[in-house]
């Protein structure tokens, strides 16, 4: 069992395609996950990235604007574009298609996020201290 975990780990897949998908962004659905898992992957891709597309799809757009003024608010990001557009979907095979309203908010770090985010980390380790 562990050959196969090392062989999956140590795996390197290289797709042509994947040049148009973007690792910093992140589809939010307002079904799937809470609000703060959300907020939370998105500080963990301004880590990575420095910056973290946040994109959503119709009833979704109210999550994604929350979270965007969760970390603004917080101080941790700052906007830097704001694109709306529609796209056409079809609900069903065969169906008619469908507008949706579509967001895509880019946000990157702002100057006090990494003071702000190991000020947090080191609170989380005296808590965690404290519980011991």
């Known amino acids: 069992m562990e050959v196969i975990t090392e062989g999956v780990n140590s795996l390197n897949i290289i797709d ?6 973007k690792k910093n962004r992140i589809q939010v659905s307002n079904t799937k996950k809470p609000l703060f898992f959300y907020v939370n992957l ?7 990235h420095n910056e973290v597309e946040l994109s959503a799809l119709g009833m979704a757009i109210a999550t994604v604007v929350t ?11 700052v906007e830097k574009k704001i694109t709306t ?7 069903e095979t065969g169906g008619r298609p469908v507008s949706k309203a579509k967001i895509e908010i880019l946000l990157g770090k702002s100057g006090k996020f990494d003071e702000l985010m190991a000020a947090a980390a080191e609170e989380a380790a005296i808590d965690i201290e404290e519980q011991s």
């Open 16 to 21: 042509s395609s994947s040049s148009s998908i």
């Open 42 to 48: 998105a500080k963990r891709y301004m880590q990575q």
């Open 67 to 77: 979270i965007a003024e969760i970390l603004k608010n917080n101080g941790l990001a």
């Open 85 to 91: 557009s529609t796209v056409d979907m079809r609900e």
